[in-house]
Every structure is written in C-alpha cells, then in structure tokens.
C-alpha cells in the first residue's frame, strides 16, 4: 500500500487529483492526507508516514522546494511529483535536483498522467524490495526501512541494531560512500570486511548509497579502519569516501546515518577523497548573506559590464563556497544550483534563439554548474545577442549605485553619462525594452524585496532605503508589482526559515 499526499492551494486541482486517483480503483493507492498549503502539507507527510507527496511547486507557507527538502529529512523514502506551470518550469528543474521522481504541467496534465507517475513509482519501488527478506537485500545489505517507519520510537530501533548485533556499551561510527558500480563495489566491502578485526562491520544500502556502520570497544581501532577503507575504495578511483564521529549509544544510530547521507552531499563539490565530519566543522562558515547579495548582483549587472569582468566575478564567487561546512553543504549546493538558473533564465529572457527547457542535470558536479554558468555568458556576449551601448551601460550602473536617492531622476542619471534626458529616455526604452521610471520601480521593488526577506528592518527602514519617502505608497506599490503585501512576504518567509 502506497499511502499519498497532495498538497496544493487551488482547490479545483486537490479535488480533481484525488478524484483521478479514486477512479483508478488502484488498491495499492491510499490518499493519506490533503493539504491547501506546504506547512499543513508538512505536517501530514509525517504524520502519515506518506510514501508519495503530489505538490504544487507554488504553495502559500512554504513552498514546494522548501516542502521536499524538509522532508527528505524525516521520510527518505519518500518519492516526489511536482505540478507546475510553464512560469515555473526552473523550479521544476531545482524540484529534480533535488530529488522530484516527476513534474507534470498542469495546463497539459490528464488523469492518466498522474496515474502512470504513481504507477511508475510503484514499480520502481517494487524492484528496490525485490529479494528483500528479514531485513536484508538480495546482495546481502542490511536494509533499514523500517527504522525510518519508527523513527521516534526508541526502543524499536535499540532492539533493531542489537538484533544485528550492535552494543551499546562500544563505540561506532558510520562511512559511507556513493554506489556506482554494485558488484564491484561488493567485493571491495567483503574483501575489507574479511580483514578487519573490529568487532562488527555492518554494510547497509539506502537510495543507492552504502553506509558501513563500524564498531569496536576502542575509537583509534574505528578511524583507523575508516581510514583503511578510503585507501582501498581510492584505489579504484570510485569517488568520496566520508565518516562520522565516533559515537556511543545504538539510539543514536539513525541520527549517524542521516549526518552521513548530508557528508555525501561534498561528492557534489569533490570527485574523491576522504572527508570527516570534524574535518568539515572545522571550515570557516560561509556568510549566507554576503554570497547572496554577490550573486544577486552578479546577475542584475550581467550586461553592463565587460565579459571578461564578468567571468572574474563568477569565478570568485564559486570559489567562495566550493568547500562548505557540514552545515553549508546542502545550502551551498541549493544556491550553486539557483544561481545557475538565473543565468539560464538571462540567456532566454535575451535571446530568442535559445528558448527551450535549458540544459541543466541533475546528475551535474559542483564543475558542471561552474562551466554551464561561463558557457551562458559566453553565449549572452556574442556577437548574435544584445549587446548595450557605453551610455546605457554606464546609466544603469549608475541607478544600481544611486537607486536608494528618493529624488534620483532621469535628469540626473541623464547628466551624468552626459545626455540629454530626451535621448537617453529613448535609449533606456529601446535597449532595456521599458522606460527608465519602469525600470527604476522595478529595481527598488526587488531590492527591497531582498531586505524583506533578509533583514530584520522595519518595513518603513526599507521604503526609505530603497528611496520611498512614504511607507504607504511604498506598501502599495509593492502590493501591485509582486502581488502581495511587504508584509506577507516577510511572514512567507518566516515560516520557510522555521521548517528548514
């Protein structure tokens, strides 16, 4: 039995998902829980233990990114189908990054889709227990699914691992490493198992990654042994190999391999070596903010500036979070990604030829994003796509220096990069595609938008800020450009923050 979630805040579409599965007559399809937003749909999720979550990539609370990867977190096993519309279709693309099994349109999705999703799904989950029997898989890997169904229920899991031979009175840390190759990697791990004399060596396979939970009376014996294995799996070349602290007590257990599966996530920056969680504490901690305003920054000025300018900025910012902390690994990566996406939206939003889904995997390296985003500028300074002239360059600029003036004016900007008001009105209109007042609403608008869900200013602080000298009119006008209230999108944002 596959127990669904759906979660979406237009009620036509909960309605009619579930009506579409209901009429399937599917009796391995139980729809858990519905939910109108993605903090009911949080809830749900775990308290229903779902297998399935069906969401709306655009949710009220929290979002369906936001939604996925808080609960991958608490349902690992869980499979994701995001629903979407063709706006949001570089959401879509972050959503599989990030682990969506599906994404369907909504303005083209029928009944049947949804149906041949879930179907699909539930065969590949077939294949994933086939063999499996009294909690091991056809290979011999210890599976602990059922752990992840009791995951608050203690003396489940202390009678699990003592089952298996863990206790509670020795030391144990977990090493974990990607799969790849199955029946080579086999070998190695029996091949090392067969040569260790700790006292338990336990291979576990989860979403196609191996934990070896090791254990032994004495703590040097278990980094020893991680350190051992490293050397054995590095000379095959097979990629990164991370451990855990060593850590008493078998309840904590779970927690060990959770912190594993995120060391994992450095594969995403490093092709191979041997990590540690202590290693990685011991980086310096990224400054979210400042790498935030850097990229936002990069991409608002992507065009005013000289290419070579340009790929220096983009260089050094990715060398500024390519080793991340622990704890900045999974954010790192996340910002990598929408940076990316940002530069893919440039190249489509400016040249008409590259309309189309974008290039971007999910299988790509920390590199890949790197080379994509130089590749996108590259193509974005050629000679077939636009190009601004000196005076609007310079202009713009100019605005991105000057916008928090609350009488900065086209006259101004106009004397400065010596124009007439006149001409350069009918430049700004021709070259930018709107006129300068527009675009300077605009400017102001995302940056205080920025402030809102970045800083802690009063609303008032941030209209004068972004050179509003009026708090209402600016709540007014930032009402009608975004669609909702300075307010509701620092509350959104509020409630982002507390589930991650």
Not at 348 to 366: D, L, T, V
Not at 441 to 459: G, Q
Request: aromatic share 12%.
């Amino acid at each position: 039995m596959m127990k669904i979630l759906i979660a979406d805040d237009e009620t036509p579409i909960r309605e009619w998902i579930q009506y579409s599965i209901e009429r399937s007559a599917n009796p391995e399809f139980e729809i858990a829980a519905i939910a109108e937003n993605g903090v009911e749909a949080y809830k749900a999720a775990v308290d229903n233990h779902v297998d399935i979550v069906i969401t709306d990539i655009k949710m009220p609370g929290m979002d369906g990114l936001s939604l996925i990867k808080a609960l991958r977190k608490e349902l690992p096993y869980a499979a994701f189908i995001i629903l979407t519309n063709y706006a949001e279709f570089s959401y879509a693309q972050e959503a599989v990054a990030y682990g969506a099994r599906k994404y369907l349109l909504k303005s083209e999705m029928r009944g049947r889709d949804i149906i041949d999703a879930l179907e699909e799904i539930e065969n590949q989950n077939r294949e994933l227990m086939a063999g499996h029997e009294d909690n091991y898989y056809s290979t011999g890997y210890l599976d602990v699914f059922a752990c992840f169904q009791h995951r608050d229920d203690q003396e489940f899991i202390r009678d699990f691992w003592i089952r298996h031979h863990l206790k509670d009175n020795e030391y144990y840390l977990v090493t974990a490493v990607c799969s790849r190759d199955s029946l080579e990697e086999k070998k190695i791990i029996d091949h090392f198992i067969e040569n260790q004399k700790i006292h338990i060596l336990r291979p576990i396979l989860q979403r196609d990654n191996i934990y070896l939970v090791m254990q032994s009376e004495h703590e040097y014996e278990l980094t020893r042994a991680a350190k051992h294995f490293w050397q054995e799996w590095n000379e095959q070349g097979r990629g990164i190999v991370v451990s855990t602290s060593p850590m008493r007590e078998s309840g904590r257990i779970m927690d060990a391999l959770e912190k594993a599966e995120v060391l994992l996530g450095y594969g995403f920056f490093c092709e191979s070596g041997y990590y540690t969680e202590n290693d990685m504490n011991q980086r310096p901690a990224a400054d979210r903010g400042v790498l935030k305003k850097e990229y936002s920054k990069i991409l608002n000025e992507l065009l005013y500036e000289d290419m070579d300018t340009v790929a220096g900025k983009i260089g050094r910012w990715f060398d500024m979070i390519c080793s991340p902390t622990l704890k900045d690994v999974e954010w790192a990566r996340e910002i990598c990604i929408r940076f990316s996406l940002g530069m893919e939206e440039l190249l489509q939003e400016h040249s008409p030829e590259c309309k189309g889904e974008g290039e971007i995997s999910k299988e790509w390296a920390f590199r890949d994003y790197e080379n994509y985003c130089m590749e996108q500028l590259r193509i974005l300074y050629s000679e077939k796509q636009i190009q601004y002239s000196p005076s609007i360059r310079e202009a713009v600029a100019y605005i991105h220096r000057n916008y928090g003036k609350q009488d900065l004016s086209l006259r101004e900007v106009a004397a400065a990069v010596y124009r007439s008001s006149e001409y350069l009105s009918r430049l700004f209109k021709a070259e930018i595609g709107e006129k300068f007042g527009t675009y300077l609403m605009k400017y102001r608008l995302e940056k205080a938008k920025d402030l809102l869900i970045h800083t802690d200013m009063k609303i008032y602080e941030i209209a004068d800020a972004v050179g509003y000298t009026a708090a209402s009119y600016f709540s007014k006008v930032y009402r009608d450009y975004t669609g909702v209230s300075p307010e509701i999108t620092r509350q959104q944002n509020s409630v982002r923050i507390s589930k991650k």
